[in-house]
């Protein structure tokens, strides 16, 4: 695996700092303090995973530190749960945090002092207008907005007002504290930001203790600075909400003779992938709504889906390493996510056989005047593009599975699988002619009659005949022996979506337009499939999460699904051999 790391704009910020001591000496690399700050309300997706790969990746790369933390500011939409699969889905992403994990809420208390500091200096004041009229009093990009009839209250009418929020004496949404900036900026961030309101709302770490929460864009930067972080990276629309942290450090700042640290914030396009829908708010739609089968289901774009799904972290990693880190956005194919998936599956997966749809096959001069029942033992080579795997024994007898796709009746010269008169190639097995079928009373092929020749064991070709005129075969075919296949449930997914924007509103639909229409019916398919028995090879590689992962050959790449027994393996398919996507022509 490559985990390439080009010189980006970010890289650059990084040298340039180390060079000139802006974080501590000249040339001391060991600076780099980033860090990774989800809301816990939702599972992490494939974005997140970039904004993971880059901060972590670039504190890995220099010998600094990254901190995991959890921006837990907004305790109505927030849960343990989420916590718990954050935090596994980043070590299965291959990253360790410095320390402990962090919390914002661990901060709480300074935060407040922090406020209390901001009103002493007369630079925050409670405002005792509704939610609506302070919206209504922002102005627009255009026009001003108009200051609040509270704005120049006293400095202890404020400090009182505010202490009694903190003790929750006011409902909620009755008063809020407000940073006195300037109404009339550009900025609407500037525009006296709310700091505090009032919630009574039970928080999943600090429970009841608080009756007035902090604003993320009050948090944030602090959090920032609390921590030390010296390159807060975030994606782009935090860039209009620079000003605002730099403003807020400022602050506090002009009244201390200690000053608090001043982290560095920089911005870079969030990843967007074609087919795809990457907002949590919409992802927790479908899990809500019953579309998928719940954060981890193996269609959603979320890091624990993709896990469930067979992904590897290395895939994953390689990828975001790939598509690189810009300051413009833009959408990125899915198909590249998926090749970067096959490319390292290709590599590490042991190859099994297992057919999906199957066609019996009696192979009728099998143990003639002999033994019916006779069983053979076939070397089956384990992954050609690693001779240390090794090759493993497979059954073969009289009576076997193909795919049905892979025999026609009356086939075009152009098919290169069965049919009638025709002569293919078992893998590492024999070749077989088919010379009859039977069918049900409605007309349909359920069988297939086929002879073997001897001479081509491990399917190699047959010598040249007495003209020294050598056989051809029509094509090669997997199969598994009807006597020794289990019976496994195979999942095949597709992409969930069926457009390439679905989350854009087409321009002639209303308000009322739902990105779920978009959403492709065929994106799961669950086949009883025939397995080669003794699936689980000595040899098979130990992946590092526990995941079995496989090429069935010629179908694909699979794993063992998490939720399933031993007893009864479910396969999730992982990706078919190729993008079957990115050529319309050649229909799967
Ligand atoms: P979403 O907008 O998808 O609902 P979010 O931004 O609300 O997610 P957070 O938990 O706030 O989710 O995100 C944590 C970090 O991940 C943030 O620093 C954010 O910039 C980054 N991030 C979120 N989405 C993407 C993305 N698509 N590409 C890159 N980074 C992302
Ligand atoms: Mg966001």
Known sequence: MTDEKPVHFIKQIIEDDIASGRWGEPGDRSIVRTRFPPEPNGFLHIGHAKAICLSFGLAAEYGGTCNLRFDDTNPTREEDAYVRSIIGDVKWLGF???????????????????????????KAYVDDQTPEQIRATRGTPTAPGTNSPFRDRAIDENLDLFAKMKAGGFPDGSRVLRAKIDMK??????????????????????GADWSIYPMYDWAHGLEDSIEGITHSLCTLEFEIHRPLYDWFIDAINEGRSEPIHHPQQTEFARLNLTYTVLSKRRLLELVEGGQVTGWDDPRMPTISGYRRRGYTPEAIRSFVGEVGITKFDSVIDVGRLENACREHLNRAAPRRMCVLNPLRVTITNWGEGGDENRVEMM?????????????????????????????????????????????????????????????????EVIELLCTYDPATRGGDSPPPDAQGKVRKVKGTLHWVSAAHALDVEVRLFDRLFSVESPARKP???????????????????????????????????KWADGIERFQFERQGYFCVDCDSSDQSPVFNRTATLRDSWARATNKR
């Open 185 to 206: 900026s550009p900025n609407f961030n500037l525009r006296d930001p709310v700091i505090y309101r009032i919630l009574h709302a039970r928080h999943h770490r600090t």
């Open 379 to 443: 070397d089956a080579v384990n992954n050609p593009e690693d001779d240390s795997a090794g090759t493993r024994p497979v059954p073969f007898g009289r009576t076997l599975y193909i795919e049905r796709e892979d025999f026609m009746e009356d086939p075009p010269r152009k098919f290169f699988r069965l049919g009638i008169g025709r002569e293919v190639r078992l893998r590492y097995a024999y070749w077989v002619k088919c010379h009859d079928v039977v069918k049900d009373e409605r007309g």
């Open 96 to 122: 360790e945090w410095d320390g402990e994990v962090k919390y914002a809420s661990d901060y709480f208390g300074q935060f407040h002092a922090w406020a209390v500091e901001l009103i002493e200096t007369g």
């Open 507 to 541: 321009k002639d639909e209303g308000d009322d337009w739902d990105f779920k229409t978009n959403l492709n019916p065929g994106s799961l398919t669950v086949v009883q499939a025939k397995l080669e028995p003794n699936w689980r090879g000595e040899s098979d590689p």
